[in-house]
Nanobody, 121 residues
Framework: QVQLVESGGGSVQAGGSLRLSCAAS????????MGWYRQAPGKQRELVAS?????NYADSVKGRFTISRDGAKNTVYLQMNSLKPEDTAVYYC?????????????????WGQGTQVTVSS
């Protein structure tokens, strides 16, 4: 199975910046889509940003967050600027694609363990 390891979370004051990273590893795979989701206490997990050939952002983060991807490193980044207290959540990395198995290429979907982002006012 493909494993995702996140890094870069932490605590910051409102208006500050953080950069999240997520690296995929484990076997032979091809990633179609990578994305970042977040879940605040008492709320459902929501999509923050995703990247395939293009990018997609939640309205709440447009103009402040930028998602990018290094295909050679199988890594996705989320640059978060102008952070607000409402951005406080656990951020999860997600990857979807195809994994080489003895049966051939099979779909996979993987989640990271999550990284806490806390923004204080």
């Amino acid at each position: 199975q493909v494993q995702l390891v996140e890094s870069g979370g932490g605590s910051v004051q409102a208006g500050g910046s953080l950069r999240l990273s997520c690296a995929a590893s484990g076997g032979i795979f091809r990633i179609n889509t990578m994305g970042w989701y977040r879940q605040a206490p008492g709320k459902q997990r929501e999509l923050v940003a995703s990247i395939t050939r293009g990018t997609n952002y939640a309205d709440s983060v447009k103009g402040r967050f930028t998602i990018s991807r290094d295909g050679a490193k199988n890594t996705v980044y989320l640059q978060m600027n102008s952070l607000k207290p409402e951005d406080t959540a656990v951020y999860y990395c997600n990857a979807e694609g195809f994994l080489a198995t003895m049966r051939g290429w099979e779909d996979f979907g993987s989640w990271g363990q999550g990284t806490q982002v806390t923004v204080s006012s």
